[in-house]
């Protein structure tokens, strides 16, 4: 075990200079989130909002400073624009107008684009956790390369990373020239993923522009190229990566995650709303744990109701992409590093994946951009 402490990590950083104001980033208060453990150090540094990607040999310089310390075994540095004028506008602004202003793209921003190489950029999110996101995320990555796609996937949960767990990596991405990483590889998949750069218990103790900063590099600083389609598993709920990767990233479109439950779908609801508010096209809702099949004797229940997310998807107007049954086998290739898409293709489990995988890839060949449904939120 490490005995690398706080105390250290910053007598390491009092020797990155600034050479804009010729002090270090210690004195000058731009360290910030600093995290470390067991020989694993994350922190930001908080740079003023025009200054963005100047910064950046700034970054490097203080990851190497870090990374040369005895006991340091990881080092994961991300730049944070913190808009001291943002930070004091009054709290109780109505939520239309704050997540209209902020999914605006900005004129000339090169990261409309869209990362190098990549075609095409799905998001697949939850209004809520606990729905098995992450699951078909995973699955559908696979389902969509078994179709003969070049595929990637972003695990954009920096809180709660289970990318590499599910996929099965270890180790952690290399980078050929010092700023841009290569993704890690499994099942025919590139992928990358913060939990591929921190120990697997680590905490993320993050504020959101830190989180938009790391997201955002997570997206343009990987080698992605040559991929058709990018996809990305969105942490749940709709706040600061949501909004981030929306105004960001030109995204073909959104699958929304539920299980069949009335919480769920209200919550459900609610990420379609965001995705309306953000202007990204939502391709439709899967229903995740449709039905519980005993491995036993075959039977199926219905424990958490059935069809609410195809009756949600109706009212709504959006598409309704697919069941996905409860499985343990599911659960077992999930937590085994194997998906179940990847294991046993064939299987009726795979399946299920393999025909929602056709569905998106249908409305990616077809450059569905149809818009979100109308909901108006009082």
């Not at 075994?73 to 943002?86: D, F, G, Q, Y």
């Not at 290569?182 to 103790?205: F, N, R, T, V, Y």
């Not at 209200?266 to 439709?284: C, E, N, Q, S, Y």
Request: charged share 20%.
């Amino acid at each position: 075990m490490s005995n690398l402490t706080p105390e250290d990590v910053l007598a390491a950083l009092k020797t990155v200079v600034d050479p804009d104001r010729n002090k270090d980033v210690v004195v000058l208060g731009m360290v910030q989130g600093m995290a470390v453990k067991d020989g694993h150090v994350s922190f930001a540094l908080e740079v003023a909002p025009e200054e963005g990607r100047a910064k950046e040999p700034l970054r490097l310089a203080a990851e190497k400073a870090v990374l040369a310390l005895k006991g340091a075994r990881s080092v994961t540095a991300v730049l944070t624009a913190h808009s001291r004028a943002a930070a004091s506008a009054p709290r109780r602004a109505g939520l239309n107008a704050q997540m209209q202003a902020e999914a605006q793209p900005r004129a000339g921003s090169p990261e409309r684009q869209g990362p190098a190489g990549v075609k095409a950029v799905i998001a697949v999110a939850s209004g809520k956790g606990g729905v098995g996101k992450s699951t078909v995320a995973v699955n559908l990555a696979v389902a969509l390369q078994r179709l003969g796609k070049k595929v990637g996937l972003l695990d954009a949960d920096i809180y709660g990373p289970s990318i590499p767990r599910m996929l099965g990596l270890t180790g952690k991405p290399t980078s050929k020239d010092g700023k841009r990483l290569q993704p890690m590889e499994a099942w025919g998949l590139k992928a990358i993923s913060i939990g591929s750069l921190i120990d697997e218990d680590q905490p993320m103790i993050w504020r959101g522009p830190m989180v938009m900063t790391a997201l955002t590099q997570l997206i343009y600083d990987v080698e992605w190229a040559p991929l058709d389609v990018l996809v990305v598993d969105m942490p749940p709920g709709t706040g600061d990566a949501q909004l981030t990767l929306a105004q960001r990233v030109p995204l073909a479109g959104s699958i929304i995650v539920s299980t069949p439950q009335d919480i769920a779908l209200i919550d459900a609801r609610k990420g379609l709303a965001m995705f309306k508010k953000t202007h990204v096209p939502v391709f439709g809702i899967v229903e995740n744990m449709s039905t519980f099949v005993c491995p036993s004797c075959g039977h199926e229940s219905h424990i958490f109701g059935h069809g609410g997310a195809k009756e949600t998807a109706a009212k709504l107007g959006t598409d309704f992409l697919g069941e996905i049954p409860l499985h343990i086998a599911i659960r077992e290739t999930s937590d085994g590093g194997t998906p179940i898409t990847a294991r046993d293709p064939h299987g009726p489990q795979a399946k299920a994946f393999l025909a929602l995988a056709d569905r998106v890839a249908q409305k990616l060949d077809a450059g569905d951009t149809r818009p979100a449904p109308r909901i108006v939120m009082e």
